[in-house]
């Protein structure tokens, strides 16, 4: 069966990964996020609880209701992740 499979691509690499924790006023959030040369020098951040991620970068923070819709937040969870964000990627 594996022989069947057309890889689009099959490569290794060295990543730099930070786990954070914190809290703000409106909620917790339990992060990874994975460094990579892959995405044009964006982060891939995976939200722990609940499993979504995405790959982001300063232009991403900037985009209405990014956040929001990858990670399944409300409007203050989503200020909150990004200005932490901000600083971390």
Known sequence: MANDLF???DEAEDTR???VSFTGEATRFDLAITTTNRFYGKAIVINIQNGRSAIIGHDDLEEEG???FAFNLNESEAEELKAFLEAAI
């Open 7 to 9: 890889y689009l691509y």
């Open 17 to 19: 990964t930070r786990f």
């Open 66 to 68: 990014y956040l929001e």
